[in-house]
């Protein structure tokens, strides 16, 4: 079992990017729960955050705690049910950036492979094929002295599905202390994961609209 210890981050207590009447969406530090769990200590994260200045606000989808990043929320039920529905069907295009470990060979490709529950490491996640289908597209960017930056399209929602992914590939994610040794884990002081880019429809107009927040690393 991961022990889980949280302590989220202060500042910025919440980076509001884009409001209007139907959804709000933030731009995430790393550290900070998506929405809370069962322990009372995460009752602070985004979700009750915004609830703070908007009591009507409703969690679409999640990122990873240790990851930052767009996120996006609902104001009311049909705009939760349109939003819902565009990441089920696929319809949103998400884009991330990662440092991740080692000099990456191949300069693009897909991953393609399937994503379970590690049932004796729970929260963990693992390749395996009696598992729900998982698709990545990464490109590189950068290769640097001794690490690669590399953009992530994930085609699926899967939990932990781009750390799972980058590990197969050999090349874990920088500050991932979930899956990293102690030398991945002390490379970075936080998981060098980002949600770069969100691209959703707008759920009255169907218009399509982008939201970005620049990776720090």
């Known amino acids: 079992m991961q022990i889980f210890e949280y302590h989220p981050p202060a500042l910025p207590w919440l980076d509001i990017r884009y409001r209007d009447d139907e ?5 995430k530090p790393s550290g900070l729960l998506s929405n809370p769990g069962m322990a009372e200590v995460t009752h602070d994260c985004a979700l009750t ?3 703070k200045l908007y009591p009507e ?5 999640r990122l990873d705690c240790a990851t930052s990043g767009i996120m996006v929320f609902a104001r009311h039920k049909k705009a939760e049910s ?5 990441f089920q069907d696929r319809g949103t295009e998400k884009v991330y950036i990662a ?4 000099l990456m060979k191949q300069d693009a490709g897909q991953i393609n492979l399937a ?3 590690d049932k004796e490491n ?3 996640q693992k390749i395996d094929k009696t598992g729900k289908s998982a698709i990545t597209d990464f490109k590189v960017l950068e290769r640097r002295e001794n690490s690669t930056l590399v953009e992530l399209r994930p085609h699926t929602g899967r939990t932990h599905q781009l750390r799972v992914h980058m590990k197969a590939l050999g090349h874990i994610i920088l500050g991932d202390d979930f899956y990293g040794d102690t030398r991945i884990t002390n490379a970075r002081p936080r998981l060098c994961l980002h949600a770069q880019t969100l691209t959703i429809q707008k759920p009255s107009s169907g218009e ?5 927040s620049k990776h720090p690393f």
């Open 23 to 27: 959804m709000i969406v933030i731009a």
């Open 49 to 51: 955050r915004l609830q």
């Open 57 to 61: 606000t409703i969690l679409v989808h």
């Open 82 to 86: 349109h939003l819902k529905t565009q």
């Open 99 to 102: 440092e991740v470990d080692g």
């Open 115 to 117: 994503i379970a529950p």
């Open 122 to 124: 729970r929260p963990l």
């Open 208 to 212: 399509q609209i982008s939201f970005t």
